[in-house]
T-cell receptor
Framework: NAGVTQTPKFRILKIGQSMTLQCAQDMNHNYMYWYRQDPGMGLKLIYYSVGAGITDKGEVPNGYNVSRSTTEDFPLRLELAAPSQTSVYFC?????????????FGPGTRLTVL | RKEVEQDPGPFNVPEGATVAFNCTYSNSASQSFFWYRQDCRKEPKLLMSVYSSGNEDGRFTAQLNRASQYISLLIRDSKLSDSATYLCVVNGQAGTALIFGKGTTLSVSS
């Protein structure tokens, strides 16, 4: 099993550009999450999904969109990149909902917006 | 009071030392508690869940005090490989998202 995979590993965007961060998991987990981690800060939940076709906002959803068309994939879309979105983005998945058990994280995408 | 608060450190200890990390949380309705480990420039990984009765996994011992809303992690006989950031993680209420502390950095030297 590859676990949770994310692409790209690194990206530099210009202000106003758009991009999609890809996330996939092969553990047949229903629950998937997107977090951002700013330097010296804790992870903040952006969006989460409890299954294909169902998504919901987390703590910091502004400036992002998600979709969940399959169990395996959970892409995160940035429409108009801003410097405040410079961060490390982690995708995670879990077998049980939200907070009752272990979440498995991908290796992260380091995004810089200039 | 911040939702999950940790002493950021860094804690610099020699090999073989015992080190303890503390964490406080603000929501008395929280039900799930974890310690995650994050190596430099890597993803977080679950170190251990924290149970009401306290639990131990090898050199690691986690304790929970619900009355004081306090969680601790004790590492005995520190190894160089224990150098990492340790994240205290709590859920807000049943079924809601996890809340991550900023982490406590540990550096173990020979």
């Amino acid at each position: 099993n590859a676990g949770v995979t994310q692409t790209p590993k690194f990206r530099i965007l210009k202000i106003g550009q758009s991009m999609t961060l890809q996330c996939a998991q092969d553990m047949n987990h229903n629950y998937m999450y997107w977090y951002r981690q700013d330097p010296g800060m804790g992870l903040k939940l952006i969006y989460y999904s409890v299954g294909a076709g169902i998504t919901d906002k987390g703590e910091v959803p502004n400036g992002y969109n998600v979709s969940r068309s399959t169990t395996e994939d959970f892409p995160l879309r940035l429409e108009l990149a801003a410097p405040s979105q410079t961060s490390v983005y982690f995708c995670a998945s879990s077998y049980y909902p939200l907070s009752y058990n272990e979440q498995f994280f991908g290796p992260g995408t380091r995004l810089t917006v200039l | 009071r911040k939702e999950v608060e940790q002493d950021p450190g860094p804690f610099n200890v020699p090999e073989g030392a015992t080190v303890a990390f503390n964490c406080t949380y603000s929501n008395s309705a929280s039900q799930s508690f974890f310690w995650y480990r994050q190596d430099c420039r890597k993803e977080p990984k679950l170190l251990m869940s924290v149970y009401s009765s306290g639990n131990e996994d090898g050199r690691f011992t986690a304790q929970l005090n619900r009355a004081s809303q306090y969680i601790s992690l004790l590492i005995r006989d520190s190894k160089l490989s224990d150098s990492a950031t340790y994240l205290c993680v709590v859920n807000g209420q049943a079924g809601t998202a996890l809340i991550f502390g900023k982490g406590t950095t540990l550096s173990v030297s020979s």
